[in-house]
Nanobody
Framework: VQLQASGGGLVQAGGSLRLSCAASGRRFSNYAMGWFRQAPGKEREFVAAISWGGGSTYYSDSVRGRFTISRDNAKNTVYLQMNSLKSEDTAVYYC????????????????WGQGTLVTVSS
């Protein structure tokens, strides 16, 4: 499985970015997808996840209401729309693919992309 994340960059606080992650290697539509992030000096943390068909989504408390995860199974791509960005959202964002279909199991993500850097200036 290969996961290629893109869309990171520098944005001012209050702005928006959309991350994309293109997947290949196994049947994309069978598996949940997720986004995680790691800020400098901190552990990697869960951001959002989406079930195999897109019917269920999960968010961390810190991003709920500001970020939206979605997927296009025809394009083998998962997205993370990030609005109302804050300086504390600055991190390397990683997409991941679960070995399960539901997305609710945080420890189910076993394939990881290379990460894309998001920097929010205040």
């Amino acid at each position: 499985v290969q996961l290629q994340a893109s869309g990171g960059g520098l944005v001012q606080a209050g702005g928006s970015l959309r991350l994309s992650c293109a997947a290949s290697g196994r049947r994309f539509s069978n598996y949940a997808m997720g986004w995680f992030r790691q800020a400098p000096g901190k552990e990697r943390e869960f951001v959002a996840a989406i079930s195999w068909g897109g019917g269920s989504t999960y968010y961390s408390d810190s991003v709920r209401g500001r970020f939206t995860i979605s997927r296009d199974n025809a394009k083998n791509t998962v997205y993370l729309q990030m609005n109302s960005l804050k300086s504390e959202d600055t991190a390397v964002y990683y997409c991941a693919q679960s070995r399960y279909g539901t997305g609710s199991q945080r420890d189910g993500f076993d394939y990881w992309g290379q990460g894309t850097l998001v920097t929010v200036s205040s």
